[in-house]
Nanobody, 125 residues
Framework: QLQLVESGGGLVQPGGSLRLSCAASGRILNNYAIGWFRQAPGKEREGVSC????????NYADSVKGRFTISRDNAKNTVYLQMNSLKPEDTAVYYCAADFVGGGSYCGYDGMDYWGKGTLVTVSS
C-alpha cells in the first residue's frame, strides 16, 4: 500500500508563492505517475498538473500554465508543486494522487490508485 501525505499549504497573499510537497511511503514512488488535483468549495475536483514516472513528461491545466511547476525527486520519494503568482481563484484543497503505470513517459488524471488527504491553500489579502 502506498501512502501519500501532502504538506506546504497555507495562507498567502495574491501574487505570492507556495511549494507543496507530496511525500510517499510504503512503496517506491518511481513506479507511479503522480498528479496534483484541487477542489475549491462548491466546485468539482480538477486536475492541476501531472508528472510521469521518469519526470520526462509533465502536463498542466490551462489555468496554471506558466505559474505552477511540478517536479519529483525519486530518491526522496517526493513530488513537488511550486506555485507562483497565486490568485484568489487558486484557493482550494490540493491533493496528490498516484497512478501505477507501466510506461515511464505517461501521466494523466484518470484512474488514480492512491490519494493523499489534501492540504489547504488559501490565497487572500
Amino acid at each position: 500500500q502506498l501512502q501519500l501525505v501532502e504538506s506546504g499549504g497555507g495562507l498567502v497573499q495574491p501574487g505570492g508563492s507556495l511549494r507543496l510537497s507530496c511525500a510517499a511511503s510504503g512503496r517506491i514512488l518511481n513506479n507511479y505517475a503522480i498528479g496534483w488535483f484541487r477542489q475549491a468549495p462548491g466546485k468539482e475536483r480538477e486536475g492541476v498538473s501531472c508528472i510521469s514516472r521518469s519526470g520526462v513528461s509533465t502536463n498542466y491545466a490551462d489555468s496554471v500554465k506558466g505559474r505552477f511547476t511540478i517536479s519529483r525527486d525519486n530518491a526522496k520519494n517526493t513530488v513537488y508543486l511550486q506555485m507562483n503568482s497565486l490568485k484568489p481563484e487558486d484557493t482550494a484543497v490540493y491533493y496528490c494522487a498516484a497512478d501505477f503505470v507501466g510506461g515511464g513517459s505517461y501521466c494523466g488524471y484518470d484512474g488514480m490508485d492512491y490519494w493523499g488527504k489534501g492540504t489547504l491553500v488559501t490565497v487572500s489579502s
